[in-house]
């Protein structure tokens, strides 16, 4: 590889980098793509493949009015501080994201759209297959086309000539030279040194949190980037997701027939609400934690997988900890606490005893209702928490699923420096980008949205700098 110029190099191959590779090789030009790892994917291939987008052919189909400035405008009340035209292009973009995998063979069927946690109209699209197919997809496409793959080779450094410009990369020690290079090494999630400097938000929680994510994902964009002089952003910004910590695994939805209270004693969300809402909550809580209140009814009859469970279930990736089995072992070896009054449990669980009764009480009289009219939980969902012995399990927002830290970009995928002007050469896209994910979660399939829409862009603008 080493004597050959390239018109592109495309540094990590997931969503994006595959994205951005298939529509470079796509124009004709010449493109390698390196991976760290032995196979193509990243986290884009265990990921739900959800993507968000507006205007699409399902929404249409459907008679949901929407579009790409509605998406904006939804996106930026989220994200108030997002920059605009970074924005403003992912939204214009993201339908056609969407059309550009079908027309790679990824099925997106309407009956699969939805709004997990109705805060949008429903922009969702799940594909058949989930992450892998898409990710299967990508790669299948990416074999079509004229594309030097190097698998098992980590690039470690970028390379510039005099002016500045990036014009390769240092891989096991050998250069490789290209006139445009695309950074698309997915988010920090496995350098705990990283997540420790741009997530302060896990120190609470550190000794709690995991990485649910591709392996190789450890930064290295990020490093490299900032060695070439690039604007960082995305600070704190990430999907911190609700877990009991009894296995390290990715359950994510439910406890939804359990009651969320803070040390307080209080609810603070719709336990059947978004995840990433009950995450967000979760960590506005003093101390980033929470407990899962039940009783003895609950865990012989409602303790049960989630529906949506259940499907990831039958991938095989789940050890479960919200059901009957798991949360009687729990209690069994102390884990969750058990007691005779709410007021004993609450002591034993450090939470204020007399809001924790007034607290259950009040849910009580919410459920006899059958209406939540604090947080909208659906009703039947609502179940009444007064068949001792009562449970509480401790809950923190410690599942690393998503970072949002990384490179400054602008509307084109160019790379920006820390004067705010484009850095030479040097384009970026996905989760390795530190400007479009945002502080606040704007819902299922961002993401993806993102890593496809600036793949693709970063491909392109690739190719016009070459
Ligand atoms: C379990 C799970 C479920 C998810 N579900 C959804 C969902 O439904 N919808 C949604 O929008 N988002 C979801 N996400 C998030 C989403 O999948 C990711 O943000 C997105 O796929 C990232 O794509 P990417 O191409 O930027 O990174 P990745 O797909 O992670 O690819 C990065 C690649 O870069 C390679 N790499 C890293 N460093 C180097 C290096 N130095 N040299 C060469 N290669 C390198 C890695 O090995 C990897 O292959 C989910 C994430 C997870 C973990």
Redesign the pocket.
Known sequence: MSEQMYDVMV???????MAAAITAADTGASVCL????DR?????A???????AGGSRQQRALGIDDGPEAMFRDVMAINPDAPEPVIRRLCAEAANSLAWLEALGVEYPEERLSSPSGRTVPRAHEPVGF?MAVAERLDNALYQRHVDIALK???EQLVCDAAGRVTGALVDGEVIHARAVVI????IGANPELVQRFLPKTRGSSDWVWH???P???G??LLMGEEVGAKLGGADSGLLLMTPGFHRD?EVIGPEWGVLVNCHGQRFVAEDGGYWEIAEGLERQDGSRGWVIFDAAMLREHARPHPRVLEALANGTITLSWITETLERQIAEGKVHRAGSLAELAEKAGVNPAGLEAGIAHYNKLADAGHDDDFGKMAQNLVAVRDADFYAAEVRPAIL??TGAGLCIDERARVLSEAGTPIPGLFAA???VGNVFGRNYVG??????N?ITYGRIAGAEAVAAS
């Open positions: 540094i990590g191959g997931g969503g994006a980098g390196i991976e760290a790892s193509l994917g990243g986290s884009t265990l990921a739900g493949g959800l993507l968000f992450g080779s980590r690039v698309a090494t997915g988010g649910v994510g591709w190789s994902n450890r290295d964009g990715f699923v998503v996905g989760e390795t299922s399939g961002y993401a993806i949205a890593c």
